[in-house]
Nanobody
Framework: QVHLVESGGGVVQAGGSLTLSCAASGRTFSNSDMGWFRQAPGKEREFVAGVTPRNGATYYADSMKGRFTITDYNAKNTLRLRMSTLKAEDTAVYYC????????????????WGQGTQVTVSS
């Protein structure tokens, strides 16, 4: 059974930084693309970033480019998302996902999900 666990969420001031982590277990993800989505209150779940182990390529939503970076993706089934210059509108529950293609931006294109971690940016 697939299991994804996010951690690292919390409250941060606008302009600050935060790093989220995702640990995968239950199956081998060494060849699986992984990604991050987020969902703010009252809004649809939106794509944040994806990564593939095949060549390390990454793909980011336009609004996150230059501020968010996927790091530490390795064959030990871990993934991190470094977020900087955070804004109030980045407040959301952030979800780790796996099993899709790193450039796919619709939630229904990713089969495996964690339960999410809350990020709150105070202005």
């Amino acid at each position: 059974q697939v299991h994804l666990v996010e951690s690292g969420g919390g409250v941060v001031q606008a302009g600050g930084s935060l790093t989220l982590s995702c640990a995968a277990s239950g199956r081998t993800f060494s060849n699986s693309d992984m990604g991050w989505f987020r969902q703010a209150p009252g809004k649809e779940r939106e794509f944040v970033a994806g990564v593939t182990p095949r060549n390390g390529a990454t793909y980011y939503a336009d609004s996150m480019k230059g501020r968010f970076t996927i790091t530490d993706y390795n064959a030990k089934n871990t993934l991190r998302l470094r977020m900087s210059t955070l804004k109030a509108e980045d407040t959301a529950v952030y979800y780790c996902t796996a099993g899709g293609y790193f450039y796919k931006t619709r939630p229904d294109e990713w089969p495996y999900w964690g339960q999410g971690t809350q990020v709150t940016v105070s202005s």
